[in-house]
């Protein structure tokens, strides 16, 4: 089993930056990937970005590419999401989540098997 703890969340207006850390602690051994997720209220959680444990393969959603860099401290357990350029449109609580295996439908929350509690983020116009 793997637990997750996400920070860094906060209010913050249009344009500004922000920057969310997810730590995992348990079984961090059988990691594949990591990943961040956000939903936004009345609406489904939606993939935001993901990475690969060693750090060599990234994926972003449309929404954010460009805007959004995922990171990872694997020695430390630890993944980031640095946010910049932020829009009313990215509020909404982000949560953290780890997958064990390879999987073509990493965009799923079907594809992982733990879940942090969630960190909001506001912005403002």
């Known amino acids: 089993q793997v637990q997750v703890v996400e920070s860094g969340g906060g209010s913050v207006q249009a344009g500004d930056s922000l920057s969310l850390s997810c730590q995992a602690s348990?079984?961090?051994?059988?990691?594949?990937?990591m990943a961040w997720f956000r939903q936004a209220p009345g609406k489904e959680r939606e993939f935001v970005s993901r990475?690969?444990?060693?750090?060599?393969?990234?994926y972003y959603s449309d929404s954010v590419v460009g805007r959004f860099t995922v990171s990872i401290d694997s020695a430390k357990n630890t993944m980031f999401l640095q946010m910049n350029r932020l829009e009313p449109e990215d509020t909404a609580v982000y949560y953290c989540?780890?997958?064990?295996?390879?999987?073509?439908?990493?965009?799923?929350?079907?594809?992982?098997?733990?879940w942090g509690q969630g960190t909001q983020v506001t912005v403002s116009s």
């Open positions: 990475i690969r444990w060693n750090g060599d393969r990234t």
């Open positions: 989540a780890v997958a064990t295996f390879y999987s073509s439908n990493y965009q799923s929350t079907t594809e992982y098997a733990s």
């Open positions: 348990g079984r961090t051994f059988s990691l594949y990937a």
